[in-house]
């Protein structure tokens, strides 16, 4: 059976208390690996993988202001903000104890806001801390930037034409409520952790419910006016900005290692270090593949390579190798990534088929390549089943989709989703935020 975020959590004790493995003619000279040492080192990676995926929604936000027309730019970056803020209250408010506290094996945690550890550790019990192996608020800090990052998603699928203020109440509710008790299944110990369900850094449980989640306001919220005519045939809305959309994956792409990295949960050997730079190195050569592959098939299908597909098929590469990005060999990482950004190539066109309106193409990276990642991580990983993975990704989608429909419909019924058609026609700048990102340059 796999071993789940919170399982692996419990065992960081013994973890750390191991010595470093070292020649035997040093071993006399060799320090021993402290508890106390091991849990500063923990604590280090949580901390510094927290803050390289909160960088991720830098990424998100300028990847998203480059796809969107320049009459929506201040809306996506006002999004992208506010979404992250409601991320960490609702997280710290109830989303963590939903996800981690009192799970065992079922379906969801407790009720309560989360508890740090006291100033100066004062009058706290530290053999049982060092047990742990990590600080409790490095631990919440990481994980409350996964929470941010499935919220995003959901930001940039529904740009354009989704109103401020639903989009945030959903917000609430995702950040809240969804994602935690999603994630309480697998990372906190939960009925699909005791199955066997793997997912090591989150390509089904952030990625694919984020992308869930994007698809259910988009079949509710419907098309950009204009984007699709009479006959079905797709009008071009072109982005405001492509050099901001690239930084953005580059930003993207960066924050990934800790994503990934960081999911390692610990580096208090030798072992656990040299699992976590192969970690790093196995995240970079998926991206890679999804962005060469990306290119290749947009040369022979269409003669033209898109800047835009491209920056997508790496990060379909990143989402797909996120699900087991330790036990691949390096030619496995590679084409896994590759499967990623074929899988960008042919189901942006399929959605535009179905007239589902994805603005920065959110559903086929995260969505689709979140399944992919996922459900190929038998091939890698003995220890997963491909029953178990199914019968995961099922799970996650049906609840996913189901519960954020609901909270759309009531949201839609209640104050409504989408914006007027002669605001959508002006912009939400203009409409919504008051400040325009390109004054110069309006017509």
Known sequence: MTISKLSKLTILGSTAACLLSVPAFAQDAAPAVTPDVAYILNTLLFLIGGFLVMWMAAGFAMLEAGLVRSKNVSMQSLKNVALFAIAGIMYWLVGYKLMYTGVDGGFIGTIGSYSFDPVGLEGADTAALLDTGYSTASDWFFQMVFVATAASIVSGSLAERIKLWPFLVFTVVLTGFIYPIAGSWQWGGGWLSEMGFSDFAGSTLVHSVGGWAALAGALLLGARTGKYDASGRVNPMPGSNIPLATLGTFILWLGWFGFNGASQLA????????????????????????????????????????????????????????????????????????????????????????????????????????????????????????????????????????????????????????????????GLDKAEVGVEAYPEFRS
């Open 267 to 426: 580096m208090g050997t030798i072992s656990d270090i040299s699992d976590v730079s192969r970690i790093f190195a196995n995240t970079n050569i998926a991206a890679a593949g999804g962005v060469v592959t990306t290119i290749v098939l947009l040369q022979l299908l269409y003669k033209k390579v898109d800047v835009t597909m491209v920056l997508n098929g790496a990060l379909a590469g990143l989402v797909a190798i996120t699900a087991e990005p330790l036990a691949p060999a390096v030619w496995q990482a590679l084409v896994i990534g590759a499967v990623g950004g074929a899988i960008v190539v042919f189901t942006v066109p399929l959605l535009d088929k179905l007239k589902i309106d994805d603005v920065v193409g959110a559903i086929p990276v995260h969505l689709f390549a979140g399944i992919w990642g996922t459900i190929i991580v038998p091939w890698t990983n003995s220890s997963a089943s491909f029953g178990t993975q199914f019968i995961g990704i099922i799970a996650y989608g049906v609840f996913t989709l189901v519960a954020s429909f609901a909270v759309w419909f009531v949201i839609k019924s209640v104050i409504g989703l989408r914006a007027s058609a002669e605001d959508e026609m002006m």
